[in-house]
């Protein structure tokens, strides 16, 4: 298999499988549809290769002189991802309150793959097992990115536009409460083996 096909499948297997981000666009994509949604969708693709970037160019070698500081990392992921599981599972899909509850932002999305533990793994295991020492790192770590980028607009887009369908699916608002529920619960277990894996 050629080094291009198994990045590319290792980009898809990664940004296409449940996780935070394909969670939270999913539910994103029920509750304001894709068009309030697309922000934080363009956040996810570009926040985790921005991540790759700085990860590549060095910011990894700093952390790894500081293992204290992934502990840290895991530790305000998981509370967040908590926190917005909670605020999933709590918003309401009737009434007024749907229009002034908000999705995220391009910059919130952007953000929170800094503290989203899939997508340091993502990152750091991706630079590991697609870079060698004899060739310059700038032009592997911007390949690597710019095919994660490229795998997340589909994959992530299609977890958007499948969330966006079940609108016709959910007929009433007790249905829409019961996923979003769910899906608060599965954002909250998915923290577990995330958290239980090591950056290092």
């Known amino acids: 298999m050629s080094f291009s ?3 590319l499948l290792f980009a898809v297997a990664s940004t296409g499988t449940p996780g935070p981000n394909n969670l939270m666009i999913l539910s994103s994509g029920l509750n304001f549809g894709v068009q309030r949604s697309i922000p934080h969708w363009l956040g996810i693709i570009s926040g985790v290769p921005v991540m790759m970037l700085v990860l590549g160019l060095g910011l990894d070698r700093i952390f790894a002189q500081w293992p204290m500081s992934y502990t840290l990392i895991k530790i305000i992921g998981a509370t967040y ?3 917005l599981a909670a605020k999933i599972a709590l918003t309401r899909v009737s009434g007024d309150t749907r229009t002034t509850a908000k999705p995220l932002t ?4 952007v953000l929170f793959q800094w503290v989203n533990p899939k997508a340091w ?3 750091i295991g991706a630079i590991a097992a ?3 020492d004899d060739v310059a790192l700038l032009p592997q770590v911007l390949t690597i990115a710019i095919t994660f980028m490229l795998a997340g607009l589909v994959c992530v887009g299609s977890w958007l536009f499948a969330g966006s369908a ?3 699916l959910l007929k009433n608002d007790r249905q829409q409460r019961i996923f979003n529920v769910t899906m608060g619960l599965i954002l909250a277990v998915s923290i577990i083996p995330m ?3 090591s950056f290092i």
Do not use: E, P
Request: hydrophobic share 65%; no cysteine; charged share 5%.
């Open 195 to 197: 958290m239980a894996v």
């Open 81 to 83: 991802l908590l926190y």
């Open 121 to 123: 793994v993502m990152s």
């Open 106 to 109: 391009y910059i919130q999305g």
């Open 130 to 132: 697609f870079t060698v």
């Open 5 to 7: 096909i198994a990045l």
């Open 166 to 168: 079940l609108q016709r």
